[in-house]
């Protein structure tokens, strides 16, 4: 009873995403973090964010056309259907690769049980009336592959193959199936709608992606630049706009996740670097308190690792060496009598007993445009034991392929609503409550919608009534022995 219990409280305490499409079909998500409610382990961050950026890193070089690559290890997941009839799948969500995929029945290194508390199927096209093989001779292929593929022949499968930089890899072939999800019907209202998408099905599995990840999640939604993500792909259809937009609760560990045009808050733009495959912006400068950091003019210049990329699928946050050191330096020399401690070799600790937010500076990034983006030392700070860690880290002191790259993860990006624009090419946001609600404008119509958190639940043996009916009997046992 315990264990379902806790399953069903993560219904009332957990935060988790919408996504609203913008033209007559408002599509909707819930997502979950992966990590919420767990005590935070410096080891556990870094790992995951060595991970992250080998793989981000080695998108660059993949046979996919200069299309990017999906992730095995990002925070966030959705809960989706596909396939008639529709059989639930767990995703994760991340705006770091293009392709969706998932594992398929024919895997014999697929993960086949998951410590995140949720159920894993395995994709089977033979399950669903309306699935569909890709050949290699159709535009999608192509498309992937930047044209047609040699040795095709009529009636064979589109491959794919994914290598990253950690030596994970997943491949298989592409399908073509049913997506079922939510639309917008009114505000905070939704009904079941779908849509026919381009997916991987997953034959094998290496790495960290293959059954040995105790994390195991179904797949992947890509929400990349490229034409095969599922956002290109919903958009080339006409049922959304090119648009979507996040906002990463970094108290609750969920937030608000919609496709379309966000109207309401208004967010303040920057323009995307073109001809990048990540998201990519240019940082003019960086501000501690009230002052700036004197810094190289060339620091901030695009290049092969220069630019600032935008990843919600990173934890942490990572500036170059010539940025990191001045920064750091400033923080703590607001406090002169701290005893600072190395932990694990790399991160900058001390021991505070004082508000951080009144003993330490914000810290902003200034951007083209003059768009500016302010992180808290609540946000920048984060206790480990009995100190303070720094949240910023040390590209510079990263592998030679990661060296002095400037990558900002959910550290940066929680407690924002971040809007992509692809259709004028831009990158905004603002600070907002993500357990709130934005307004989702739909196109066809004019009207505007609210969209708001919705709350996805780990498996539970018991439905959803049951547990709250044990929530509520918790509450009222509570009560009766406070009262006596």
């Known amino acids: 009873m315990g264990l379902c219990l806790r399953n069903c409280l993560c219904i009332v305490l957990i935060a988790t995403a919408a996504v609203g499409g913008v033209s007559s079909n408002h599509g909707v998500f819930s997502v979950k973090y992966r990590y919420a409610g767990r005590e935070r382990s410096l080891s556990l961050l870094k790992e995951h964010d060595a991970r992250r950026q080998l793989r981000i890193l080695a998108g ?38 293009d392709i969706m995929w998932v594992n398929c029945i024919q895997c014999k290194e697929c993960p086949r049980r998951s410590s995140l508390g949720i159920e894993l199927t395995l994709y089977d096209i033979k399950d669903s009336s309306t699935g569909k093989f890709v050949t290699c001779d159709q535009e ?55 849509g026919s998408l381009l997916f991987g099905c997953g ?41 979507f937009a996040h906002c990463l609760d970094g108290v609750n560990g969920g937030g608000i996740f919609a496709i379309g045009h966000v109207v309401q808050p208004e967010v303040n733009k920057t ?22 950091l004197n810094l190289p003019t060339d620091v901030f210049g695009v290049g092969d690792n220069k630019g600032t990329i935008i990843d919600s699928g990173t934890t942490l946050a990572y500036l170059p060496e010539m940025v990191y050191e001045p920064l750091v330096s400033k923080i703590i020399s607001q406090q002169p009598d701290l005893k600072v401690h190395t932990v694990h070799d790399e991160y900058t600790c001390f021991q505070y007993s004082e508000s951080v937010d009144e003993g330490f500076p914000n810290v902003t ?24 860690c720094i949240g910023w880290q ?36 603002t600070e907002y409550n993500c357990s709130s609600s934005i307004k989702v404008r739909d196109e066809r119509t004019g009207t505007v919608h609210l969209v708001g958190s ?10 959803t009534q049951w547990c709250i009916i044990l929530l509520l009997f918790s509450l009222l046992l509570h009560l009766l022995i406070y009262q006596s």
């Open 203 to 243: 034959a094998r599995q290496s790495g960290n992606l293959d059954s040995t990840n105790e994390e195991a999640l179904d797949g992947i939604i890509g929400f990349g630049k490229s034409n095969s993500s599922m956002i290109s792909q919903l958009a080339s259809s006409g049922g959304v706009r090119k648009m």
């Open 454 to 463: 919705h709350y996805l639940s780990s498996d539970c043996s018991l439905n």
């Open 60 to 97: 660059v070089d993949l046979p996919l056309g200069g299309t990017s690559r999906p992730d095995g290890v990002g925070l966030y997941y959705a809960k989706i259907g596909i396939g008639t009839p529709s059989k639930d799948y767990y995703v994760q969500v991340d705006t770091g690769s």
């Open 365 to 388: 990034f200034h951007f083209e445009n003059s768009v500016s983006l302010k992180v808290y030392p609540h946000e920048y700070l984060f206790p480990f034991e009995d100190l303070w």
């Open 271 to 292: 323009p995307l670097v073109p001809n990048q495959p990540h998201y990519s912006i240019n940082m003019t400068a960086v501000q501690v308190g009230l002052d700036f």
């Open 394 to 429: 040390n590209s510079g002191m990263q592998s030679r392929d990661r060296k002095n790259m400037t990558l900002l993860g959910d550290l940066v990006l929680s407690n924002k609503l971040v809007l992509y624009d692809l259709e004028n090419q831009v990158i905004g946001w």
């Open 140 to 194: 999608f292929c192509h498309g992937v592959y930047g044209g047609p593929l040699t040795d095709c022949t009529a009636n064979t499968s589109c491959p794919y193959l994914e290598i990253y930089g950690d030596g994970s890899s997943t491949t298989g072939y592409f399908v073509q199936d049913v997506v079922q999800y939510d639309k917008v019907s009114g505000d905070l209202q939704t009904t079941s709608t779908n």
